[in-house]
């Protein structure tokens, strides 16, 4: 791996103002750090074409006349490139402030504000050029990778022609019998969520209609079960999408202590009504079952998958057992299985006697969209989802089956370490009406939630304040505007939910942030990407719960 050279690692200072130029040079230089001062702005243009590991620069240095030429060099970037800035502010609102209106378009920016501690500025140059010598790396990686191709291409074309043709020949039917694979695998799932969600939009749109219709004759009768029907086709399509992040593992875990025989216990009824009447549940809950650490919600989903499965596999009837237990995994047994770790597991077992598996099933069994049922009557993430569960929250999940002879199903969660915490759930008769003042900071990109969590905060009680992006959001934090609580989309566009979290606590060290997010990646496993004084919820939620949090928040 090559190591980049003086001018690649140096940084590219425009401070035209004072003397912040020379004060932030001689930091750097104290540092160990290589700065030049540039006079102006086309000066910088063209000192970035020499190489530059970041660009600290005032913000009212971005208001002459070179800053397109700024913007077309960043916008012309390689794709391993993405030069760091370090915007200089002024403490005020936006019209102090330039970076509001220029922080999207100048891309990996990160803003410090005058009068700024020198070991701020070197703790941001320090990241800085680290993640710049991470670009650095990607790209000699890329060019080796480029140059490992030209070889090989240069070793293929040195070969027999019979050998080139036959290689050829090879590649071309793996790569037909892939793409073969990959649409039957693609339809199989297209064909399935068309048909649940055409299901689940007919019950939406139709209970909408008809409200509407009553609505405008005045019928107000009976109202109730036509809510309950829309709100339960939502809730199955949210269902179905929680599905997809689930076995993709990327899914928004809330991992806590989970008493399974309570969870279990408390879905009997649920579970009963899933069944035919032909099919008889048994209950098998160990007595001295240990606290498992996971999602509960998850988890729920999870054993319904689980008996739906079972019941589909008994159309004729049969025996149905839900059993809980105890059981420890030693490094022999687990040292087969990626991530898996020895200890004790707390296992949920679903067993039939129906129809049974054969072995090629069996293996294909965890693969996304894979199912033996006919197109429309499912979407083959069924096991899938439970697996990606298992594995994101560090358990296992197995399947034992034969032909005639029915399924045992084990999922494996670790058991919890730890005290478990008290249930905090709301009393949904409680109201959470604000107190005269409180006010919520609202960023949301999608018009529609924005709108809704406003009104249901409105007529709470809860002044607000909303946005559309966090560069809109950024000057309300930086201001002397009341904000008790920050409410943000984890996926905004350009800066992230998150880093706005980062920034707000720069200006508010104290600012609660609630997330909200309907899919992030990178939030997956909640407990490392909130910090004290964070809280996450997942699209869709109920009116309820955020509520309830607000208000637990704020007067936490």
Sequence with gaps: MSVPGPLAERALILAPL???????QMLLKEAGFAGDICPNLSHLCSELNRGAGLVLVAAEALLGPDLETLLVYLEQQPAWSDLPIVLL????????????????????????????HPATLISLVTTALRGRRRQYDARDRLIDLSN???????????????????TAQLRHNEEALRQSQKMEAVGQLTGGIAHDFNNMLTGIIGSLELLR??????????????IDLGVTSANRAASLTHRLLAFSRRQSLDSKAVDMNALVTSMSELLKRSINESIQLDMQLNDSLWVAEADPNQLESALLNLVLNARDAMPDGGKLVVQTANEQLDAAYTSAYNNLAPGDY??????????????????????????????????????????GFSKQSNGHVTID??????????????????????????????????????????VEDDPAVRVLVSAVLGELGYAFVEAADADSAVPILDSAQRIDLLISDVGLPGMNG????????????????????GYAEHAA????????????????FTFDLLTAKVRDMIRD
């Design 18 to 24: 004072g003397r912040d130029s020379q004060v932030a």
């Design 213 to 226: 219709r009553r609505l405008a004759r005045g019928r107000t009768e009976d109202l109730d079960s036509l």
């Design 525 to 540: 496993v909640r407990g490392g990407f909130l910090d004290p004084g964070m809280q996450m919820i997942t699209k869709p």
């Design 498 to 517: 998150r880093q706005l979290a980062e920034i707000g606590r720069q200006y508010r060290p104290n600012l609660k942030v609630l997330f909200i997010t």
């Design 401 to 442: 089956s034969e032909p005639d002879q029915g399924t045992t199903v084990k999922l494996y969660l670790p058991r919890f370490r730890g005290e478990p915490l008290p249930d905090t759930a709301t009393d949904a008769q409680q109201l959470p009406y604000a107190r005269e003042g409180e006010t919520v900071l609202i």
């Design 346 to 387: 707390v296992v949920l077992i679903v067993t039939d006697n129906g129809c049974g598996m054969p072995q090629s099933v069996i293996n294909r069994a965890f693969d996304p969209f894979y199912t033996t049922k006919p197109i429309g009557q499912g979407t083959g993430l069924g096991l899938s989802m439970i697996y």
């Design 148 to 166: 490992s191709e030209m070889r090989l291409q240069t070793t293929l074309e040195t070969l027999e022609q019979q050998v080139e043709e036959r």
């Design 89 to 116: 502010t002024h403490h005020g609102g936006p019209e102090n402030n330039p970076s509001a209106r220029f922080g999207a378009q100048l891309g990996n920016v990160t803003f410090l504000e005058r009068p700024f």
